[in-house]
């Protein structure tokens, strides 16, 4: 069996394999059908900045829209000019014509959809038709966090001392996944409401409202056993 490490899987993937299997879908495809381009930028742990292209079209052979990937371009650039020019470069150098493109989806960033002066701007100077996305979860993400804030303290604190409460004891997961048995609910995991991860109080709400019985079960066995910090509160 052949195996190789993280280095040299990477470089076989992005020079060999790569460009072959991006070869191929850009004469078998992109060349005579309608595309979008879905774009992004990334930074890595060197600080290299890359962008990001994936195409979208609808292919007649199987009768679906398709991702693809493109290709990961190392950029020095990041104005929206010089990302712009990446994408000039990348469609002539692979003979793609700018007709072919009718749309493109990107963050919401200044330098991407700004109207005077971003990347979908330039574009639509010469695409003047090109449909124009902005990715929405960002927005959403900030209309939920700002939404969340607005639930009273005592929600948040109540989901973060449930989770603190089992999380760091194997005896009382065990016990409680007992009294999930006899209630014949779901196992589910108490999960932690973290402040970085995009809806996640969702979740952490969902799984304590689906077992509120058998926690409150619990509970009210842990305080008449000796006490208990939640039901204290």
Known sequence: DAKCA????????????????????????LHSSKFSLVIDETTDVSTLKHLV???RYYDVEIQKTV??????IEKQDCSATGIYNCLLSFLNEHALPLENLIGFVCDNANVM???KGGVQHLLK????????????????????SNTCNELPNSVKELTRSIYAY??????????????????????HKILHASCTRWLSLKQVVQNI???WPTLLAYFTQATLEGGCPITAR
Do not use: W
Request: proline letters at 6%.
């Open 6 to 29: 993280r280095t040299k899987g990477t470089y076989i993937f992005l020079k060999a394999i790569g460009p072959y299997g991006i070869n191929a879908l850009l004469k078998k495809k």
């Open 53 to 55: 292209l994936v195409s």
């Open 67 to 72: 991702d693809d990937f493109l290709t990961l």
């Open 113 to 115: 959809m700004g109207s």
């Open 125 to 144: 100077q010469n695409r003047p038709d090109l449909f124009v996305q902005a990715c929405i979860y960002p927005s959403l993400h900030l209309c939920s």
């Open 166 to 187: 089992f999380s760091h004891s194997p005896k009382r997961i065990n016990e409680f996944k007992d009294l999930q048995k006899i209630a014949s609910i779901d196992p």
């Open 209 to 211: 409202l689906e077992q």
